[in-house]
């Protein structure tokens, strides 16, 4: 039980969920939604396992990377308030979780750099 405890575990774990919604998305094919990707699903897995490094010495950053999410919801919003006029919900949410998905890749990286080290 240890192993899946360890910053170790915590890759394994991406990597088997990653296999899955793939996995997922191969099975349901056409019937898979067309604006969705298989890294839209990652986002959560790499919030819970940036979550789960705490105890291992990622405590630290955390919180910073709560605000830089925060901080990102809100540029997108201000962005497309002063572009297009106007806060389009689908769009406004496509962005940010695009955003999103990209921000807590880094993110899971810079804990599981400050969990090994």
């Not at 056409?30 to 405590?59: E, K, N, Q, Y």
């Not at 999410?69 to 806060?87: K, P």
Request: aromatic share 16%.
């Amino acid at each position: 039980m240890s192993f899946w405890a360890s910053p170790a575990g915590k890759l394994v774990i991406l990597v088997i969920g990653y296999i899955i919604f793939r996995g997922v998305k191969r099975l349901l094919g056409h019937r898979w939604p067309t604006g969705l990707s298989v890294w839209d699903l990652m986002a959560p897995l790499f919030l819970v396992c940036a979550l789960a490094l705490i105890p291992h010495g990622a405590g630290v950053v955390l919180p910073w990377l709560v605000i830089g999410w925060m901080a990102i919801g809100i540029l997108v919003t201000i962005i497309q308030a002063v572009q297009d006029h106007e806060i389009i919900y689908p769009t406004f949410f496509k962005t940010f979780w695009r955003l999103t998905d990209l921000y807590w890749l880094l993110g899971f990286m810079v804990c599981f750099l400050l969990a090994i080290s």
